[in-house]
């Protein structure tokens, strides 16, 4: 069964770049049924998708946040990233990463991390 | 974007009774709807996809109906894992989109 873990730094500053990694095991990341992306949650908030990439590099974004964020794949080390640039306490949430099944079904879910925009 | 509406907010329900969740999309997703279940502290589970069909594992009690813009999440029986948030997803379209849940607790 796929599994997917996130990772990266708990606080970052306002203004500077966020850059989250997400690990794949109990699979090839360069399974062709699978996209690769990343979901947040503010405390107390529903659920945002930022975007998803495909093990070629393709990649789309949500639109509220396209500006902002850039995908990749490492195929060699079987993980994908995500960097959100010009942070601002607003994105300040739990950050989930998760394989997407047909490009379209968030299926495995990472267990979340939270990333504090803060001075 | 397509906005999902979730209702109610809050459902507080007993033990063993069946509850009913709605979702409201604001145009047509043909029958691309999928429900997750959130746990306090953990990370969300894909219970439905397809509008109607549940995911490996998910046990026989959950069933989702609808098509179009209205859709139904049911658990027809409650048991104490379930009491839970609960949210449903358009897969119709980029970008995705989800409700704003509904918080099924115990009565």
């Known amino acids: 069964q796929l599994q997917v873990q996130e990772s990266g730094p708990g606080l970052v500053k306002p203004s500077e770049t966020l850059s989250l990694t997400c690990t794949v095991s109990?699979?090839?990341?360069?399974?062709?049924?699978?996209?690769w992306g990343w979901i947040r949650q503010p405390p107390g908030k529903g659920l945002e998708w930022i975007g998803s990439v495909f093990y070629s590099g393709s990649a789309y974004y949500n639109p509220s946040l396209n500006s902002r964020v850039t995908m990749s794949v490492d195929t060699s080390k079987n993980l994908f990233s995500l960097r959100l640039s010009s942070m601002t306490a607003a994105d300040t949430a739990v950050y989930f990463c998760?394989?997407?099944?047909?490009?379209?079904?968030?299926?495995?879910w990472g267990q979340g991390t939270l990333v504090t925009v803060s001075s | 974007e397509i906005v999902m509406t979730q209702s109610p907010a809050t459902l507080s329900v007993s033990p063993g009774e069946r509850a009913t969740l709605s979702c409201r999309a604001s145009?047509?997703?043909?029958?691309?709807l999928a429900w997750y279940q959130q746990r306090p502290g953990q990370a969300p589970r894909l219970l439905i996809y397809g509008a109607s069909t549940r995911a490996t594992g998910i046990p026989a009690r959950f069933s989702g109906s609808g098509s179009g813009t209205e859709f139904t999440l049911t658990i027809s029986s409650l048991q104490s894992d379930d009491f839970a948030v609960y949210y449903c997803?358009?897969?119709?379209?980029?970008?995705?989109?989800f409700g704003q849940g509904t918080k099924v607790e115990i009565k």
């Open positions: 997803q358009h897969h119709s379209n980029w970008p995705w989109t």
């Open positions: 109990g699979g090839s990341i360069s399974s062709s049924s699978y996209y």
């Open positions: 998760a394989s997407v099944y047909g490009n379209t079904l968030f299926e495995y």
């Open positions: 145009q047509s997703v043909s029958s691309n």
